[in-house]
């Protein structure tokens, strides 16, 4: 498969099946975000693995948008470390864990896994009920697993603006 097939071919999904992940598959997924390039190589991510009951039944108090998977990824950043452009201070965490995260859902979807990028969480009780340090922020939630049999793209996924519309040569 070619990555475009890839990139095609992956959807959010948001209704799993209840079969676990295999931890090889997570292993391999995980692999993947620590393989991401991030500014300055400084790797600033912090991905917790929520995979036990006790933690999902936590991060569904968190997020109404973890649609019944077995494993969920917390992804953060440490601030404290994270590249900073010393022009404007914008701390590029943030954009690190996006890509992070991007090669994870990836390489899960490689792997015939589901997964949708997650912005919506009470970041506050994220921090609680994980007890994130203070220099760590939560910036994406990633359910993962099988995609229930009934899962299908959202109606808009196919809609793509045409590349004039994004791309601009300079």
């Known amino acids: 498969m070619t990555f475009i097939e890839l990139a095609q071919q992956r959807y959010s ?3 799993f099946s209840d079969k676990p992940v295999e931890d090889d598959k997570l292993e391999r997924v995980l692999q993947a975000g620590r393989l991401a390039p991030t500014a300055k190589n400084i790797q600033p991510q912090r991905i917790y693995v929520a ?10 108090k968190c997020s109404p948008c973890i649609f019944g998977a077995p494993v969920a990824l917390i992804v953060c950043y440490d601030e404290s470390v994270s590249w900073v452009r010393s022009r ?3 701390n590029y965490g943030e954009v690190d864990a996006a890509i992070v995260a991007t090669h ?9 896994l589901g ?22 922020v939560p910036s994406l939630l990633i359910p993962l697993g099988y995609a229930a049999a009934d899962a299908a793209p ?17």
Do not use: C, W
């Open 13 to 15: 999904v948001r209704k």
């Open 51 to 60: 995979k036990s009951p006790q933690a999902l039944e936590k991060l569904n």
């Open 88 to 90: 404007d201070n914008k």
């Open 104 to 112: 994870m859902i990836l390489q899960a979807r490689e792997l015939g």
């Open 115 to 136: 997964t949708v990028l997650v912005g919506v969480f009470d970041a506050e009780e994220l921090r609680r009920a994980f007890n994130l340090p203070e220099n760590l």
């Open 154 to 170: 959202a109606p808009m996924h196919e809609q793509r603006k045409p590349l004039a519309e994004t791309v601009i040569y300079v």
